[in-house]
Structures are given as C-alpha cells and as structure tokens.
C-alpha cells in the first residue's frame, strides 16, 4: 500500500466515530497494536525531543525500505506514534520524505490536542522524515 492509501484508511476509519471520545479510545486501541521498539533501543539517543511524554523511536533500513518501531510511556501519544507508524513503516525513504501529512487534519488530530501534544507531533513527524532522509542519503 502507498502512503496515500493508508492514509486514507485511516481517514475513514476516523469518520466512523461520531465523537472525540470514541476517536482517543480508537487512538488507544491502535497505540496497543504498535510494533514494540526492542528494549536495547529505548535510550536518550531514541527519545523524540519536543514531547512531553517519553517517546522512543528506532528505525531499521530492509529492502530499501524503512521499518520504524516505537514506544511511549503515555497511552495517548503511543496511540499518535502508532498511527505515523501505520503511515510510514515499511516505505521508501523518498516517499516518506515526500508524504504530506493532511491527513491529520483530515482527521482533527491536531485541533483535540493539547498545544504540547501538539507539538509533540510535529516533532514525532520531523524525526521520522529525519531517519528516511538518513537512509535516502545511504541509497544515493
């Protein structure tokens, strides 16, 4: 699947709740789908900087494709990080590079949350475009 694709999936998933609280609780159930960063990972150098909760991030380059995991010590931002996960795991480094992210927009993400929530994933967003660039630079 594209980045668009799941995108839109996602997308649509989200309009099938009527209210916000229905939406964080599907962000919930999502953050316990999320493929477990390995312990060896969860250090300072792994930490999304700008979040308020802890955020551990660790990227892994097969067939020129990134493969992300991750984990939170908060069950809503490891809800946020599963759904970038679900968009951009397992792509190209030139698409995640590429993506747009209207789709949380779309969805309303951004606007329900709090502004360091907020801004926790603008930086969640950056450091998973910063590791595909990483590995597009490996490529070239």
Known sequence: MTIEDIQNEIVDEFSMFDDWEERYQYMIDLGK???LIEEQYKTEDNIIKGCQSKVWVHADMVDNKVNFTADSDAIITKGIIA???RVFSNQHPKDIIEANTDFID???LKE???PTRANGLVSMI????MYA???QTQLN
């Open 133 to 135: 660039i990483a590995y």
């Open 33 to 35: 789908t999320l493929p």
């Open 112 to 114: 329900h949350l709090s």
């Open 83 to 85: 759904i970038l996960i």
């Open 126 to 129: 950056k450091q998973l475009k």
């Open 106 to 108: 779309e969805i309303g």
